[in-house]
């Protein structure tokens, strides 16, 4: 994947990660009708309340990692590990054109979470 490419793919991807961002549905946990209803429905509406929030955080998680990989692409750097400065192999860019380390160094963070 060539540098315009991973640009393209990943303002697809901001954009397409800003727009759930945005159009994500408010839940009302609390407020006016919460007395009305049964302990089921205010389970139900606090779980989905949770997952709309983890989905959130995930989003905006994401939204970071793209902004960091389209920052790299400015300075050019992009494509290369962050920890050691090899070249990140093509198929990992293919699959994530936001991936800052090569694969050696993703196993270890998520190894060790360092």
Not at 19 to 26: I, N, R, S, V, Y
Not at 36 to 52: I, K, N, Y
Not at 62 to 86: F, H, T
Request: hydrophobic share 30%; proline share 2%; aromatic share 2%.
């Amino acid at each position: 994947m060539d540098a315009e490419q991973a640009r393209r793919d990943l303002d697809d991807e901001r954009r397409r990660l800003t727009g759930l961002e945005q159009d994500a549905p408010e839940t009302a946990v609390e407020g006016e009708g919460a007395m009305d209803r049964d302990a089921g429905d205010h389970g139900r509406d606090t779980e989905q309340f949770l997952d709309e929030q983890a989905l959130d955080v995930n989003a905006k998680r994401q939204i970071e990692q793209i902004d960091a990989a389209l920052g790299r692409l400015d300075d050019g750097s992009w494509g290369r590990c962050v920890v050691c400065g090899r070249d990140i192999d093509a198929e990992r860019l293919e699959a994530r054109p936001e991936a800052d380390r090569c694969r050696e160094h993703q196993e270890e963070l998520e190894r060790t979470g360092r």
